[in-house]
């Protein structure tokens, strides 16, 4: 079993916290997880997918109540919104009676219903963690053919093991029918399996660029507010990261419009038909797959209290990724797939304009070294690091 690196962090959150959601996108192992810190401790799972397990909650409160000494885990939460008024009166109870924190940890695959149930009915007592998919931190090596495997085939746990390619790619399709077919329809949402596979599909295309609402929807035969309002849904399931574009202390005229990545990079070359690593480095995405394989790589660890963006002007000077740790600390991040990366003044001047504090240039080499203007060329897992321990000093 891969040991995920979020593992005392949501330990410690279910310390404090009367309540605690883990957010994240279906098959990424968030029940794994869960089970896991349950062994240690008294607990109760229930499947709200499960016809056996919804029967239990016929009266939740009074069934809920039997099990106040347990650790109760609720997978797949926002399937029952009307659980969450339950959950309030019991964790109000347990205060009242002086009982411990973390009774409850909830399971969810959709941020946007899941976090404005929660926060109507659940304000000021439940905290948040989202579980990306698996990252460089939590692979057993760190060799190049380790991250080429993690970049191929994605971050959900099957299809990182799967023992091939193939058979990964194959476990990949069956997850995008499945959200097709039968998860986005169980929200409620009519919206035809082979138009959003086209709008997926699309965006892929688009890795790491501006999206132009109105020319997608004239391809869908939709208009732009709708084409929008489908990707937003790509984007509330942990499927696409809107990145935004840096906006203070802003000197130049910039950059407006945000970027879209397809977050797991399995998902992405599944949908561009590229299903092996000869195919991926022959492919015109190659730098943009990398590109997203790294942000989201790096913002996978990332505390929440850090802000993330891009810094584009219109006058082309340009940041990847912008970190901001806080008023008085800003990483500039540049990404290259090159084993001799190029900086060009457009990111130095770049890093003047937000007052950036460290500068790095991430590419998929093994040394770390220094080059001009305080810049640091670095290994993706070696930035992870720095991170991670920055993060945990803070």
């Given at each position: 079993?891969?040991?995920?690196?979020?593992?005392?962090?949501?330990?410690?959150?279910?310390?404090?916290?009367?309540?605690?959601?883990?957010?994240?996108?279906?098959?990424?192992?968030?029940?794994?997880?869960?089970?896991?810190?349950?062994?240690?401790?008294?607990?109760?799972?229930?499947?709200?997918?499960?016809?056996?397990?919804?029967?239990?909650?016929?009266?939740?409160?009074?069934?809920?109540?039997?099990?106040?000494?347990?650790?109760?885990?609720?997978?797949?939460?926002?399937?029952?919104?009307?659980?969450?008024?339950?959950?309030?009166?019991?964790?109000?109870?347990?205060?009242?009676?002086?009982?411990?924190?973390?009774?409850?940890?909830?399971?969810?695959?959709?941020?946007?219903?899941?976090?404005?149930?929660?926060?109507?009915?659940?304000?000021?007592?439940?905290?948040?963690?989202?579980?990306s998919g698996l990252n460089l931190l939590e692979v057993p090596s760190?060799?190049?053919?380790?991250?080429?495997?993690?970049?191929?085939?994605?971050?959900?746990?099957?299809?990182?093991?799967?023992?091939?390619?193939?058979?990964?790619?194959?476990?990949?399709?069956?997850?995008?029918?499945?959200?097709?077919?039968?998860?986005?329809?169980?929200?409620?949402?009519?919206?035809?399996?082979?138009?959003?596979?086209?709008?997926?599909?699309?965006?892929?295309?688009?890795?790491?660029?501006?999206?132009?609402?109105?020319?997608?929807?004239?391809?869908?035969?939709?208009?732009?507010?709708?084409?929008?309002?489908?990707?937003?849904?790509?984007?509330?399931?942990?499927?696409?990261?809107?990145?935004?574009?840096?906006?203070?202390?802003?000197?130049?005229?910039?950059?407006?419009?945000?970027?879209?990545?397809?977050?797991?990079?399995?998902?992405?070359?599944?949908?561009?038909?590229?299903?092996?690593?000869?195919?991926?480095?022959?492919?015109?995405?190659?730098?943009?797959?990398?590109?997203?394989?790294?942000?989201?790589?790096?913002?996978?660890?990332?505390?929440?209290?850090?802000?993330?963006?891009?810094?584009?002007?219109?006058?082309?000077?340009?940041?990847?990724?912008?970190?901001?740790?806080?008023?008085?600390?800003?990483?500039?991040?540049?990404?290259?797939?090159?084993?001799?990366?190029?900086?060009?003044?457009?990111?130095?001047?770049?890093?003047?304009?937000?007052?950036?504090?460290?500068?790095?240039?991430?590419?998929?080499?093994?040394?770390?070294?220094?080059?001009?203007?305080?810049?640091?060329?670095?290994p993706l897992v070696s930035l992870m690091k720095k991170i991670s321990?920055?993060?945990?000093?803070?």
């Amino acid at each position: 079993m891969i040991n995920r690196w979020i593992t005392p962090k949501l330990q410690k959150t279910l310390e404090h916290s009367a309540a605690v959601a883990l957010l994240g996108a279906r098959q990424n192992g968030k029940t794994t997880l869960a089970t896991k810190i349950a062994q240690d401790i008294p607990s109760l799972y229930l499947d709200l997918e499960s016809p056996k397990d919804l029967l239990k909650l016929s009266d939740p409160f009074a069934f809920l109540s039997l099990h106040q000494d347990k650790l109760v885990i609720l997978d797949e939460i926002q399937r029952v919104p009307e659980l969450f008024m339950t959950l309030r009166g019991i964790i109000d109870e347990n205060r009242r009676q002086g009982r411990k924190y973390g009774q409850f940890l909830l399971l969810g695959s959709a941020s946007m219903d899941l976090l404005r149930q929660s926060s109507e009915s659940l304000a000021g007592r439940i905290s948040y963690i989202e579980l990306s998919g698996l990252n460089l931190l939590e692979v057993p090596s760190i060799s190049t053919q380790d991250i080429q495997k993690l970049w191929l085939k994605g971050g959900f746990p099957e299809s990182y093991l799967a023992p091939t390619d193939a058979i990964a790619m194959e476990w990949i399709e069956n997850l995008i029918r499945s959200y097709l077919e039968r998860d986005i329809p169980q929200m409620d949402m009519q919206i035809p399996a082979a138009r959003l596979r086209r709008l997926w599909t699309m965006l892929c295309h688009l890795q790491g660029e501006p999206v132009n609402f109105s020319k997608i929807g004239g391809s869908l035969e939709v208009d732009a507010k709708t084409a929008s309002r489908y990707t937003d849904i790509l984007i509330d399931l942990f499927l696409v990261r809107r990145l935004n574009p840096w906006h203070q202390n802003a000197k130049k005229r910039l950059v407006k419009s945000p970027r879209f990545y397809v977050r797991d990079t399995g998902i992405l070359h599944n949908l561009l038909g590229i299903y092996d690593m000869d195919t991926l480095f022959s492919n015109p995405v190659l730098g943009k797959s990398f590109e997203g394989f790294v942000i989201e790589n790096i913002l996978s660890i990332c505390p929440s209290f850090v802000e993330s963006y891009f810094y584009r002007t219109a006058a082309g000077s340009e940041i990847d990724l912008v970190l901001r740790f806080s008023a008085k600390e800003t990483w500039a991040i540049e990404i290259k797939h090159s084993s001799a990366p190029k900086i060009t003044p457009h990111f130095h001047e770049a890093c003047q304009e937000i007052e950036a504090t460290h500068k790095y240039v991430v590419y998929p080499g093994n040394e770390e070294f220094p080059i001009t203007h305080n810049t640091i060329v670095t290994p993706l897992v070696s930035l992870m690091k720095k991170i991670s321990n920055r993060s945990n000093v803070a």
